[in-house]
């Protein structure tokens, strides 16, 4: 009976695990010298992708060519024929044109274009040839206020005839409803009842 009683309590029956501290230090040290080959891979990729400064669009962007039209679209349709704005460049489909022009300006497009969210540092040559082309776009050529006021008196002249137009139709319309509307009178039972007619008085 001792025996046994001895035995008993000589069994680990706490259910802890036991941690060996030898074993699970030595996978810290793999790992950290797995992490550090890791990051001296990454570094030792190659040089950094040099990439053109930002440009100015030599195109114009295409927002109404296709509003206001019907469209069948289906789901096994390529993305270029799917409701939206299409660009080609990232292979993808924008719903609406705000979407879209932030999608055309925004870095991953500028990315796949070959060029860097950096504009190009202008130098004084290029400011000083700017300013002429932007003076010669602005100086103007044979206008002056007499043009403008004779521009002003023909505008008026021409609202006053459509106006003019407009009444003279008026008056058309409301006379050829009148001849329409107007019955035929009976002289005889509009003079034994003692009046002219049976038509309104009020014109």
């Known amino acids: 009976m001792s025996e046994s009683n001895n035995q008993v309590a000589g069994v680990d029956n706490t259910f802890r695990k036991k941690f060996d ?4 230090l030595q996978r810290a040290r793999e790992r950290e010298e797995k ?5 001296a891979k990454s ?8 990439r053109q400064p ?3 669009r030599d195109y114009e962007v295409d927002l109404e060519s296709r509003l206001g ?6 789901p096994i349709a390529p993305l270029s024929q ?4 299409f660009c080609s460049v990232c292979e993808c489909v924008v719903k609406d044109s705000a979407n879209y022009l932030d999608h055309i300006n925004g870095k991953k497009h500028q990315r796949a274009l070959g060029m860097s969210m950096r504009s190009e540092r202008s130098t004084l040559d290029q400011v000083r040839q700017r300013f002429e082309v932007l003076k010669k776009r602005k100086t103007p050529g044979s206008f002056s206020e007499q043009d403008l006021d004779e521009r002003i008196l023909k505008q008026q002249q021409e609202e006053e005839e459509i106006k003019r137009q407009r009444r ?7 006379k050829e409803k009148a001849v329409v509307d107007e019955p035929e009178t009976d002289i ?3 003079a034994m009842m003692g009046f002219g007619g049976f038509g309104s008085s009020k014109k």
């Open 21 to 24: 501290r030898e074993e699970y």
């Open 43 to 50: 570094k030792s990729k190659g040089p950094p992708v040099q």
């Open 54 to 56: 930002l440009k100015h």
């Open 35 to 39: 992490e550090k080959d890791g990051r």
């Open 69 to 74: 039209k019907t469209q069948v679209v289906t």
């Open 188 to 190: 005889e039972v509009a």
């Open 168 to 174: 003279e139709r008026k008056k058309e319309k409301k």
């Open 82 to 85: 799917q409701a939206g704005y």
